[in-house]
């Protein structure tokens, strides 16, 4: 409901309005005065942009006070050659001030100050180039400022909302830019440092934006991740290619550009854009300079006095504090390649490819013997690891070598002068000879060669041939490095027969035999190898016969399936067939010790059984020697003994035995009510199962034949199950 007041204003309103309308039809028919109005142009007198805070400042006369009506996409940012950007950034209240027609402060928005840093970034090289008057002693401020500043800005028609003509090429200046001022970097800590001018607060610093250059064509790229603090502690990836960077300390001169100190040898940095945040622009101008503390190259340590190393052995005694690859080359390696051998830490003078270059096609150590190139793998004083390369002339049989290390960055150690004498002279030979041993898979090996006294005798199988070792090896550390595999060193003295040998070609055909010093190095050497005559093969021993079956007692040999065809049994001019081949094992399942044959007929005692060594499935020992084809005389087996031992009567509480062994027989033994111990005041009684070993029978055994002391026996004739019965165990 509208008020008093309400109706009273409005009535005043319309009694308003209809004057106004009769005063306008009145001039209408006024003849006018004047025929135009003037309106006083816009002029912009400077215009900064701060690229920190994104604030772009403008200042004339008669700029428009109404800011809503101010369209910056009228307004174009070049650097007065051809590259230009223009302005998105929509004006409000909310990014813009004006509070006189002298002056407008507009906050751009994020895409443009991106945009615009970049921008100015990529216009840095109009500054390097040395035209316009920019000299190597103009100041980073000074490219910026209203005096020199390459860039301008052109105001279009109608950016401030009026029919002012455009506004062409207008110079503007830069401020707030974050720049490089120095940097330091300490080799220990690994820390670089940066010091700059407008860095922002709380930005993050950006590694992969930042380049070390060492003034000439070597550079490298940061990869460490952003840090927020100025300090960055570079990852050891950096590190380590750091070094191959700074190859000194630094001294200090004065540089005209920074004010501060430049330094020499000269190590600079460059930035690229965004290295401090997303508006900072990257590197104008002469590059920051770096200054380099604690820095030494790559130390090597070797040993204490001139060692003599044999070939085949491992290089010991050197250690390193860098990760590199350590040379061993002789002197004149040393002096071809321009190291100073006259100084124990010469500058650099020689390169990784060129000492690759002289330890070409070098192959592991242990290759042993003749390689004319050797490198293996050495522990450093921490936990990296570097390789060891060297060279050494085969036609010599000593020669001296001096050790150098190049680091994974590529820069020279100090070199280790006269290291090393290495050793490549083959041992002599012993005089030794192998023949048959008396025992199944044994040699005897004799040697008549005057043993030094306190040098030992050793031996060693292999799979492969073995090379001459160099007289002085080592023997503790031969099995490490010695082709094919790793070797075992057996003692043993002449005449000794020797076990585990073997003619086969898949197994152990070698014998290696030395002559060692007290200290286990090589003081003569032969190289058996190991035919079947000089290895006393496995055979069959003895044959039984009883009945249909013939027993066959072995030395130790391997389960295998050999064919009941191998074997051929004669009673005087009749063959006998065998139906059945059957192994008795050796206490184990891969080797026994004898073989029964089942016949279709009794043998007779005397028969003949021939074995015939088949193509395959013939029978041979562990060590792969067969057992060649033989005949052999069947003979009766022994009847076996009427004591069984071992069965101790039950006493209260005791443990029940369970097997036993006698001459001729093993036996297994069961009590009535298996208990796990006798129990008072219980008789107990105990089945006894005999079986006969090879050779022994029980033929011949009679009704209650066999006895157990402290029992009363009964067994059947010709059996071998035994019933023992115990009297009561006491209460």
Do not use: H
């Not at 820095?295 to 290089?315: D, R």
């Not at 190049?406 to 020279?412: L, P, T």
């Not at 065809?565 to 009749?574: D, E, H, I, P």
């Amino acid at each position: 409901m509208k008020s008093r007041r309400d109706n009273v204003m409005l009535k005043r309103l319309k009694k308003l309005l209809a004057v106004t309308l009769v005063s306008a039809m009145s001039l209408a028919n006024i003849v006018p005065v004047f025929a135009t109005t003037t309106t006083t142009p816009t002029v912009v007198t400077s215009t900064t942009y701060d690229v920190g805070t994104g604030k772009l400042n403008i200042k004339g006369t008669n700029l428009l006070s109404d800011k809503a009506n101010l369209n910056l996409k009228g307004v174009i940012i070049s650097d007065g050659l051809d590259n230009s950007y223009t302005l998105t950034t929509p004006v409000s209240t909310k990014n813009s001030t004006s509070t006189t027609t002298t002056a407008i402060t507009v906050a751009l928005n994020a895409a443009d100050m991106t945009a615009l840093a970049k921008f100015l970034d990529n216009c840095t090289s109009y500054n390097d180039d040395g035209s316009g008057g920019y000299t190597a002693t103009t100041t980073r401020s000074a490219i910026y400022s209203n005096a020199n500043s390459p860039y301008l800005i052109t105001f279009l028609k109608g950016w401030d909302g009026t029919s002012s003509p455009s506004l062409a090429n207008q110079t503007m200046s830069v401020s707030d830019v974050a720049g490089l001022s120095s940097a330091s970097y300490d080799c220990t800590s690994g820390t670089l440092t940066i010091k700059g001018t407008n860095l922002q607060t709380g930005a993050s610093f950006l590694p992969k934006d930042l380049t070390i250059t060492d003034g000439a064509n070597n550079s490298y790229t940061l990869t460490s991740p952003k840090s927020s603090t100025s300090a960055i502690v570079l990852s050891k990836t950096d590190q380590i290619a750091l070094k191959g960077i700074f190859t000194s300390n630094t001294t200090t001169v004065t540089d005209p550009d920074f004010g501060t100190k430049s330094l020499q040898p000269a190590f600079f940095l460059n930035a690229a854009f965004g290295w401090a945040g997303p508006t900072s622009i990257g590197t104008v101008l002469p590059t920051c300079p770096i200054s380099v503390a604690n820095y030494k190259p790559p130390v090597v340590t070797g040993p204490t006095a001139q060692k003599t190393v044999v070939i085949g052995s491992p290089l010991t005694g050197i250690s390193t504090d860098t990760p590199g690859t350590i040379y061993v080359i002789t002197t004149s390696s040393a002096i071809n390649l321009g190291i100073d051998t006259t100084s124990t830490i010469p500058p650099t003078s020689t390169t990784k490819a060129a000492l690759d270059l002289l330890v070409k096609n070098g192959t592991a150590l242990s290759a042993v013997a003749t390689a004319k190139n050797l490198k293996v793998s050495i522990p450093t004083k921490g936990t990296a690891k570097v390789s060891i390369a060297f060279n050494f002339a085969t036609t010599k049989a000593t020669d001296n070598y001096d050790v150098v290390e190049i680091s994974d960055a590529g820069v020279q150690s100090n070199l280790v002068k006269n290291a090393f004498t290495i050793n490549n002279v083959a041992a002599p030979a012993l005089t030794a000879a192998a023949t048959a041993g008396s025992a199944s898979g044994t040699t005897v090996v004799n040697v008549t060669s005057t043993i030094a006294t306190g040098d030992v005798l050793a031996y060693e199988f292999s799979t492969a041939t073995i090379a001459t070792p160099k007289i002085g090896l080592q023997t503790t550390t031969f099995a490490a490095i010695a082709a094919p595999k790793a070797l075992t060193f057996y003692s043993f003295k002449s005449g000794d027969s020797i076990s585990g040998v073997a003619s086969s070609a898949t197994t152990d055909k070698y014998l290696g035999i030395y002559e060692l010093s007290a200290t286990g190095t090589v003081v003569k050497f032969k190289l058996l190898t190991l035919t079947a005559a000089k290895i006393k093969p496995p055979t069959i021993k003895t044959a039984y016969v009883d009945g249909t079956k013939l027993t066959l007692v072995t030395d130790a040999l391997n389960t295998a399936d050999v064919p009941s065809g191998a074997f051929k049994v004669k009673n005087g001019t009749a063959n006998d067939a065998v139906t059945n081949v059957a192994f008795v094992p050796n206490g184990n399942a891969t080797t026994f010790t004898a073989i029964t044959l089942t016949l279709t007929t009794p043998g007779a005692i005397g028969c003949s059984v021939k074995y015939t060594k088949p193509s395959t499935g013939y029978l041979q020992d562990s060590a792969g020697n067969a057992v060649a084809t033989q005949t052999l005389t069947a003979i009766a087996p022994t009847a076996i003994t009427a004591a069984i031992t071992g069965v101790t009567v039950p006493v209260t509480g005791e443990t029940p035995v369970t097997t036993t062994t006698g001459t001729g027989y093993t036996a297994t033994i069961t009590w009535n009510t298996s208990p796990a111990t006798f129990a008072a005041s219980t008789a107990y009684t105990a089945t006894i199962t005999i079986t006969p070993s090879p050779g022994y029978t029980l033929s011949g055994v009679t009704k209650n034949f066999f006895t157990v002391s402290g029992a009363t026996e009964s067994n059947d004739a010709a059996s071998g199950v035994v019933t023992a019965v115990f009297t009561a165990t006491g209460s």
